[in-house]
């Protein structure tokens, strides 16, 4: 049930057992703790059948610990739901016939070449005609993780999920999530925010502004100088310029605005980005493994 690119982890699901509705994953109150360590709390969560769903967050944050207690790979602690129509306590075994999964290692048999493991995992898996359905899979295998290739990767993807597949895909690259049709933002084991990217930009509240220069090291100082100011929230370099970003308005526009005339800088006003949304979110998110 999920799908990744090279570097990161993810599974793809098999279409569902058949269910009366298009909710392909409805789960309430998942809870994950390894010894003292609460890496997913309370977490609830739908996902519609054929969408592709993003995990966002930093390491350790709870994303791939979610996305195995989703495919039946881990049993939560606390919580219910289903996934393919199947109990994800009682029902583990179903779940995991349906389910590919793409770790974040390295994970095929080395002394196989890339067409036996495919056959090897298409039996695993009982598909009739091994043989053809790896051969129908192999395309351009020894190509590089480059532009090109991902995006490949990623029309692959999305044509999977057009046929009905369920994409769940864990992420820290903000041009991976912009591919998904909806996203979810993971810190310290619980939703920070979740949705389309356009929703979970528009729902930030941010307002924010780029200051570009050709001085690097003004540039450095004004960073410095900014992130102490009242009304700012988050400030983070972009090459030549810098995104600042904040809640209130007026608040934002009052510390910025000493140093609009200043020589050499050139202020605009500017959507935020998802990058920015993140990075706020990060700063203000409480971490509860302490």
């Known amino acids: 049930m999920t799908a990744a690119t090279a570097a990161m982890p993810a599974a793809v699901a098999a279409h569902a057992a058949p269910l ?76 995991k016939t349906r389910v590919g999964y793409m770790t974040q290692r390295f994970s095929l048999y080395e002394d196989l070449s890339v067409r036996e493991n495919l056959e090897f995992i298409a039996r695993v898996y009982g598909l009739p005609r091994p043989k053809a359905a790896a051969k129908a899979m192999i395309d351009e295998p020894t190509a590089g993780v480059d532009p090109k290739a991902r995006r490949d990767f990623w029309s692959e993807i999305h044509k999977l999920a057009a046929e009905g597949l369920t994409v769940l895909v864990s992420t820290h690259y903000m041009d991976e999530a912009e591919r998904c049709h909806e996203i979810a933002y993971i810190a310290f084991g619980e939703v920070l925010t979740r949705g389309t990217v356009h929703d979970v930009i528009a729902n930030s509240h ?13 540039l450095a100082t004004l960073s410095s100088e900014l992130k102490v100011k009242p009304g700012v929230d988050m400030v983070a370099p972009f090459g030549t310029s810098l995104h600042v970003s904040g809640r209130n308005e007026a608040a934002l526009e009052a510390a910025i605005a000493p140093y609009s005339a200043t020589p050499g800088l ?19 998110a409480k971490d509860n493994f302490q």
């Open 20 to 95: 009366t509705h298009d909710v392909v994953i409805d789960v309430h109150g998942l809870t994950k703790s390894f010894g003292d360590r609460t890496v997913v709390r309370d977490l609830s969560m739908q996902v519609k059948r054929g969408s592709i769903f993003g995990f966002l967050g930093p390491n350790g944050s709870g994303k791939t610990t979610t996305i195995r207690m989703l495919c039946g790979l881990l049993t939560p602690d606390r919580g219910s739901g289903t996934c393919l129509g199947f109990d994800i306590r009682t029902e583990a075994a179903k779940i």
């Open 206 to 218: 941010l307002t924010t502004y780029t200051v570009n220069t050709t001085d690097p090291e003004h």
């Open 266 to 284: 050139n202020w605009e006003r500017a959507a935020p980005s998802l990058e920015d949304v993140f990075i706020d979110l990060m700063a203000h």
